[in-house]
């Protein structure tokens, strides 16, 4: 049964369009120990993911995405130069996981980081709890149901 995950990204980096126009990329970069773990241990092949545009106008999720490759190690720290390079990490002994995604759906509108906290459904939903700024987060199925919901409906 697949499990299900919001995911950050700032729109400077990459949008919910660019995913639609590519298809399926590499969710690499991610610098943050918990959570390169869940990247590296529990996200898997077929997972939903909430594709969530952070410091944006407003924030909030802008469509879906589904795992397409589990855990691998980032290629970007192993190049040297790069923002995300880390000496440290040898191939033999990779530090930072990455993961394909694949697009699925672009929403109508953003359901916006107002509009989670406002839904009592989703009062307990990771993202609209104050310091949580882990920019891979579980989801349960309810939340991610009624994202989608509210997202389809364009709001």
């Known amino acids: ?9 700032e729109p400077s980096a990459y949008t919910i369009e660019d995913l639609e126009r590519d298809g399926r990329t590499g ?12 990247l590296r241990d529990e996200i898997q092949v077929g997972d939903r993911v909430l594709f969530y545009a952070s ?8 469509g879906l995405a589904e795992v397409a490759r589990a855990g691998y190690p980032d ?4 190049v040297r130069g790069h923002d995300y390079f880390d000496p440290k990490a040898t191939a033999d002994r990779p530090i930072w996981y990455s993961v394909d995604l694949r697009f699925v759906e672009r929403f109508p509108a953003v ?7 406002a839904n009592p459904a989703l009062r307990d939903m990771m993202v609209i709890k104050r310091g949580a700024r882990l ?16 997202g389809r409906r364009g709001r």
């Open 27 to 38: 969710w690499e970069g991610v610098r943050n120990y918990k959570a390169r773990n869940l």
């Open 135 to 150: 920019s891979v987060q579980p989801v349960s199925p309810a939340e991610y149901a009624e994202v989608c919901r509210m």
């Open 111 to 117: 359901v916006a980081l107002a509009d989670l906290k």
């Open 75 to 78: 290629p970007l720290q192993f």
């Open 55 to 62: 410091n944006a106008d407003p924030s909030g999720v802008v």
């Open 1 to 9: 049964m697949p499990r299900h995950w919001l995911m950050k990204v």
